[in-house]
């Protein structure tokens, strides 16, 4: 058997982001999720909400890790991932009620940022909910000394990545026809930010 991938980061704020979500989700929603890494936060998330349908999905490169997880989980909420690139037009996706992703605006370009909200804008239904996790800078300042570090990392490795400016992030999802409701911290200098497609 392959080794299942793994993050240590997911591990520990997994518990903490259901929280969140099980303050917004409810039976019945069919939920996807952009750039599922090693899966163990989908695992996580569809193992403690049942009722639910959690679609998960990344870059076609990693679907087939991440495919190693949930097929290891076996979950019935929780099919195998598909492959979705924001940058391509069209996503392969149903109409979701809910879309979430964590940590992933800072490792894609600023353009695949704006892809991102543009495809959201398009696929997520009205009265559909948007969450974003990960780590952001508020009127050009870091929220830690750490996350300046990380940015720094993240722009040696790859110039067009790096931590973004959530009022950059907030003009592109009301130009997405999102309306932002709530930003909450969270542990290890990350945010938690919750945006509703209006009716």
């Known amino acids: 058997m392959h080794e299942l991938p793994f993050s240590q ?3 520990n704020n997994k518990q903490v982001i259901l929280e969140m979500l099980e303050r917004y989700l409810k039976d019945g929603d069919q939920v996807l999720e952009l750039a ?3 899966g163990q936060h989908c695992v996580h998330f569809a193992a403690n909400l049942p009722n639910l349908h959690w679609q998960s999905s990344d870059i076609p490169s990693n679907v087939d890790n991440l495919n190693l997880r949930l097929a290891h989980a076996k979950l019935a909420n929780l099919p195998e991932a598909i492959a979705i690139d924001v940058n391509h037009p069209f996503w392969n996706s149903d109409r979701p009620t809910a879309i979430f992703s964590a940590n992933s605006l800072h490792i894609m370009s600023a353009d695949s940022v704006e ?3 543009k495809g959201i804008g398009a696929v997520l239904q009205v ?14 300042s870091y929220t830690s000394e750490s996350n300046e570090d990380f940015d720094r990392l993240l722009k040696d490795r790859d110039p067009t990545s790096g ?3 959530f009022e950059w992030v907030s003009d592109l999802a009301t130009k997405a026809n999102l309306t932002l409701i709530e930003d909450n911290a969270m542990p290890a200098n990350n945010q938690l930010l919750v945006w509703k497609k209006p009716k």
Request: hydrophobic letters at 35%; proline letters at 4%.
């Open 9 to 11: 980061a997911c591990e």
């Open 36 to 38: 599922g890494g090693t």
């Open 115 to 117: 892809n991102f909200f």
């Open 127 to 140: 009265d559909g909910t948007l969450f974003v996790y990960g780590p952001f800078k508020y009127a050009g």
């Open 163 to 165: 931590i973004r400016d």
